[in-house]
C-alpha cells in the first residue's frame, strides 16, 4: 500500500483530500497520509482532515510515499513538484471513480481528474494537469501539462490548451481552438478564435484584456 502526500492544505487541498477517497485506487492502491504546506496552520478551524506532516521545501519522501499537487498557481505547481522530483519523490495520478473516460484516453503522471468529469475519446491529459468536476473534453483534445480547466467547462472537440494555460470555472472552448502556453480564459468566456501564449481573454466572444 502506497501513502498518498497532498502538497497543499488550503482549499483546494481539502478539496483534493475528498476527492482521493472516492477515487480509483483508494484503499487497495493508496491511503491518505497527510499534508505538505508551509503554513503549519493552515487547517486550523477545519476538522476531519489528515494532519500537515511536513513543508514541501524540506520534506523527505519516504519510500511508500506518493504524491499529488493541490495548489492553484502554476509556479507554485511546478516549484513543489522539482523539490520532490529532485528528492525522489514519485507522483501518481488522481481519477474519481464518477469520471469518464472514454476510448484512448490517456492521464499524465501527477494530473487530478474530478468527478463527474467527462474525456470523450483519445484526448491525452498531460502531466500535472488538473481537471476539475464537471467538465466536458471533447473527442482529440490535448491539455499540456501543468494547464488547468476548473469546473463546469466545455471544451470541443480537437481543442488544443497550451502548457501552464487556465481555463476558468463556465467557460467554452469551441472546437479546433488552441489556447496558448501561459494563456488565461476568464470565467463564463466562449472562445470563438485561438488565443496567444499569455494572453488573457474574458467575455462572450472572448476578447483579450488590456
Do not use: W
Amino acid at each position: 500500500m502506497k501513502h498518498l502526500v497532498i502538497i497543499g492544505a488550503g482549499g483546494y487541498g481539502r478539496e483534493m483530500y475528498g476527492a482521493a477517497l472516492g477515487s480509483v485506487g483508494y484503499g487497495t492502491e493508496f491511503d491518505v497520509k497527510g499534508y505538505l504546506d508551509g503554513n503549519a496552520d493552515a487547517l486550523n478551524g477545519f476538522a476531519g482532515y489528515p494532519s500537515i506532516i511536513g513543508s514541501p521545501e524540506t520534506y523527505v519522501p519516504e519510500s511508500d510515499d506518493v504524491f499529488i499537487t493541490a495548489l492553484g498557481s502554476i509556479s507554485s505547481r511546478r516549484h513543489c513538484v522539482k523539490l520532490i522530483a529532485e528528492r525522489g519523490g514519485q507522483f501518481i495520478s488522481i481519477v474519481h471513480r464518477t469520471a469518464f473516460l472514454g476510448p484512448n484516453v490517456i492521464v499524465g503522471v501527477g494530473s487530478f481528474v474530478a468527478h463527474n468529469v467527462v474525456l470523450t475519446a483519445d484526448v491525452h491529459v498531460g502531466e500535472h494537469v488538473a481537471v476539475f468536476h464537471n467538465a466536458s473534453i471533447g473527442h482529440d483534445t490535448v491539455l499540456e501539462d501543468y494547464s488547468h480547466v476548473y469546473a463546469l467547462c466545455s471544451l470541443g472537440g480537437s481543442v488544443r490548451l497550451g502548457e501552464g494555460a487556465i481555463v476558468y470555472p463556465g467557460s467554452v472552448v469551441t472546437p479546433r481552438k488552441t489556447i496558448g502556453a501561459g494563456a488565461v480564459v476568464g470565467a463564463g468566456s466562449t472562445v470563438l478564435l485561438n488565443v496567444r501564449d499569455g494572453v488573457t481573454v474574458f467575455g462572450s466572444p472572448a476578447k483579450p484584456v488590456a
